[in-house]
């Protein structure tokens, strides 16, 4: 059966090999590495050849690290049943992988002191930042060391809070001060949320700096967590390494490859193996990331010039909440108390599974006034099935912060929910598209109550009830430099007048919104729902950058062409002390 598995491998490799995927190569005068790793490992597993490849070529090289690996990173597949740790003892975990990091730093040739950064947002919290913690709500607290802010002395901003412009200028500055030619850097499909979170606070990033500094580097997309991958398990040194089959099947990515020379597979191998905490329980499956091979890639951007047009995208199945029973088998060896979890596990997922339904593709189209997304699944869907769709936009001349955060809950007949961040909006702001089919599920957003943006961050997700079936990888839209200015006056539908005074509680995809958080954000911010670009949502947030209490008047929307003003820095630091939430919802 092993011998099965590795056949098809080899067999898939070289079926692998023969799309089109271009060597990488670094060395040109002035090139520059960053590596940006969620935790402390994905640098060796995912670029530890490349990072050699740098060093030795005399690529200056800086890795940069979101979190301190201080969760455990494979317990999100069990978070509901993870024991209760002693914070103090989770930051210790977090103090041992930074000193494992350093270690494997050195067996790749680099100088830890002077290559690395330690940023020290929560492991297994930064998806919730991007996707709840910004403006006025109060930071996150992370699960397990009860932080609101970055606890760590070793990080690079300590006392940074567990908010989502915090994370934004620590990123956005470490990219700016090195400068690189190439990121390596996750996917935007990786099943791991701060996989995914590192990505899309990176996109932004890379936007900001684009727009302000002309500073384009290539994006390296580096895959680690995705079912059944890699295979075959194990180390196998000799074998070329594949991407997985449902990031290659999709067909839309430009693969890069770098080949590692031997004795960069026998240094990353002993880099992989520095992450000794890691490898304790799972040694097998990391070292099957030590292959002849490394290949990078990311999705295409979804461009709509001028804000108008259409594209298709296929999703096929991430296979979001499948099991990979691999994997699991190996944890099992190490502790037969994780093969008791994934037993529990597969009964919840049985429970649902008649009413599964996976994504086929989203149709995304623009008629310049309204976004229009339309998710495709594999069967019809019965009225306890809901979408949840997520539009982070980005401008040049607005914070990020700032942006709208509106997330979207719908049904086959109805709009569930409209919210952006803790405030919820009344459904009238969006609607159904006319003509959806049985197993179609979709909304039109006008552009304006995104805040007009030049691109857009998009994702879906499905439910059946509150329980999640499937998942979307989220998406860049490039809606063009100028995004449309809509006059009030032609606008085909205005923003919702809100519910006065109506608590909101955070924007969660599988329930009905509710009132469990914080009703002195959400009384702050009530009255500033109209969501034009450019105008502060957000009285409420303790900011340098917004020294007035009144909000200020829209101004007009900048001229295609005209290049905008810079953004003045986002809030920081003063929230650090701030309490975060007391129940923070689990999303996935
Ligand atoms: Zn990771």
Redesign the pocket.
């Known amino acids: 059966m092993v011998a099965l598995a590795f056949l098809l491998a080899v067999a898939w490799t070289a079926a692998a090999r023969g799309q089109d995927a271009e060597p990488l190569l670094l060395g040109d005068d002035g090139d520059r590495l960053l590596v940006l ?3 402390p ?2 640098e060796a ?1 995912g670029a530890g050849g490349l990072i050699q490849e740098a060093v030795e070529l005399g690529v200056p090289v800086k890795v940069c690290f979101l ?1 301190m ?1 201080d969760n455990n ?1 494979l317990a999100f597949m069990f978070v509901r049943k993870h024991p209760v740790v002693m914070p103090g003892a989770v930051r210790r975990m977090g103090e041992t992988r930074c000193a494992e990091a350093r270690e494997a730093a050195r067996r790749m040739g680099l100088d830890p002191d002077r290559d690395l950064v330690f940023l020290g947002y929560p492991d297994f919290g930064t998806l919730r930042i991007w996707n709840d913690h910004w403006r006025d709500v109060t930071p996150l607290r992370s699960m397990l060391t009860r932080a609101t802010s970055v606890p760590y002395v070793q990080a690079r901003t300590p006392g940074a809070a567990y908010a989502g412009e915090d994370l934004l200028e620590d990123l956005t500055e470490v990219i700016r001060e090195f400068r690189p030619t190439h990121v390596a850097m ?1 996917t935007a499909a ?1 099943q ?1 949320p ?2 995914r979170a590192l990505y899309l606070f990176a996109r932004v990033a890379l936007w900001t700096l684009a727009a302000e500094e002309g500073l384009e580097p290539l994006r390296l997309g580096y895959p ?2 995705y079912p059944r991958w890699p295979s075959p398990r194990g180390l196998h040194p000799a074998l070329d390494a594949a991407p997985p089959p449902y990031l290659l099947r999709s067909g839309e990515i430009a693969w890069r490859v770098h080949s590692l020379a031997p004795w960069q597979v026998t240094n990353k191998l002993e880099a992989v193996r520095a992450h000794r905490s890691q490898c304790t329980y799972s040694e097998g499956y990391l070292s099957s990331f030590v292959r002849a091979s490394e290949w990078f890639g990311d999705f295409p951007d979804i461009v709509l010039p001028g804000g108008v047009g259409q594209e298709k995208v296929e999703d096929g199945d991430t296979g979001a909440f499948s099991q990979d029973d691999a994997f699991i088998g190996e944890l099992a060896k190490a502790d037969p108390a994780w093969l008791k979890l994934a037993e529990q596990q597969d009964a919840e997922e049985a429970e649902v599974a008649e009413a599964d339904a996976d994504f086929l593709d989203r149709n995304i189209s623009s008629d310049g006034r309204n976004l229009t997304v339309v998710c495709r699944f594999s069967r019809p869907l019965s009225p306890r099935a809901s979408v949840t769709l997520r539009f982070h936009g980005w401008r040049a001349d607005t914070p990020f912060g700032e942006m709208p955060k509106l997330a979207v809950c719908t049904g086959p007949r109805k709009v569930k929910s409209v919210t952006d961040l803790n405030r919820r909006l009344d459904t009238s702001a969006v609607a159904l598209p006319g003509g959806l089919a049985r197993g179609e599920l979709g909304v039109t957003v006008p552009l304006e109550l995104l805040g007009n943006p030049e691109k857009l961050l998009l994702s879906a997700r499905i439910a059946f009830g509150e329980m999640p079936l499937d998942w979307a990888s989220w998406r860049a839209v490039d809606l063009g430099t100028g995004a449309p200015a809509v006059p009030a006056a032609s606008a085909p539908k205005a923003p919702a007048v809100p519910k006065p005074a109506q608590p909101a509680g955070p924007a969660d995809p599988y329930a009905e919104v509710t009132a469990r958080r914080g009703t002195a954000a959400t009384a702050s911010g009530a009255g500033s729902l109209r969501l034009a670009p450019r105008v502060s949502t957000a009285p409420g947030r303790p900011s340098a950058s917004k020294a007035s209490p009144t909000p200020e008047p829209p101004t007009a929307p900048a001229e295609p062409g005209k290049k905008p003003a810079k953004p003045e820095p986002p809030s920081r630091r003063t929230r650090a002390a701030s309490a975060g939430s007391a129940d923070e919802p689990v999303v996935w």
């Open positions: 790793a969620p935790h490992d994905d597993l979190t690996g990173e996750p990786d791991n701060d996989h680690v967590h």
